[in-house]
């Protein structure tokens, strides 16, 4: 079956630099792979999409990269700050033509000034 | 922006109560999503529905059920609550298949 992993460590870092974070597959090929911010008590907020014929997609601060060979995506944001912390969702979708998305259980990014 | 509303932020129930989630969105979305989001395990698809009275098992089914007698509002049936269904539980909207979702704020049901 369909596994996405993300670090299931928070990941603390200092304002202004630059978080990375991980979303790795397994037993799929997925056609896009969606990224989501969580914010606690809140539901998810999409932030990016990324299809498997794009390498690499930004949108302001944020960059979001795409690797079918190695099953793994990127999720990059630069000049980080405070109002960024939050929790991190990649999504998969599955399922032939409904838009059915499995969840990564998230990556919680804590920026620090 | 597209607003999807959950009737209720909190809900404490008991045991072997049916209890029901509401959702309604106001963008006039075919699709609609309840998952269920426990710490450590992700977002779970428990049921979603491509059409008015038209609906499909996700992942975790057993134990809900669900109705769409409209197009904006879906709902969600616990037909006899277990502590074993004390979630987050969220509900989402699309318009169409392979786009993003729009959740609403969630659900908080705690079953004693």
């Known amino acids: 079956s369909q596994k996405i992993e993300q670090n299931s460590e928070a990941l603390n870092i200092q304002e202004g630099k630059t978080a990375t974070l991980t979303c790795n597959y397994t037993?799929?090929?997925?056609?896009?792979l969606q990224w989501y911010r969580q914010d606690p008590g809140r539901g998810p907020v999409f932030l990016l999409l990324?299809?498997?014929?794009?390498k690499e997609k930004r949108k302001e601060r944020l960059k979001v990269t795409f690797d079918t060979t190695l099953k793994q995506s990127l999720f990059h944001i630069t000049a980080s700050q405070p109002a960024d912390s939050a929790t991190y969702l990649c999504a998969l979708p599955f399922g032939g033509g409904y838009n059915k998305l499995i969840f990564g259980a998230g990556t919680r990014l804590a920026v620090h000034p | 922006d597209v607003k999807v509303t959950q009737s209720s932020r909190y809900l404490v129930k008991r045991t072997g109560e049916k209890v029901f989630l509401e959702c309604v969105q106001d963008m006039d979305h075919e699709n609609m999503f309840w998952y269920r989001q426990d710490p450590g395990l992700g977002l779970r698809l428990i049921y979603f529905s491509y059409d008015v009275k038209m609906k499909e098992k996700g992942d975790i089914p057993e134990g809900y059920s669900v109705s769409r007698e409209k197009k904006e509002r879906f709902s969600l049936i616990l037909e006899s609550a277990s502590t074993n269904q004390t979630s987050m539980y969220l509900c989402a909207s699309t318009e169409r298949a392979n786009e993003k979702l729009f959740f609403g704020s969630g659900t908080q049901l705690s079953v004693l």
């Open positions: 037993n799929y090929s997925p056609a896009y």
């Open positions: 990324i299809r498997e014929n794009e």
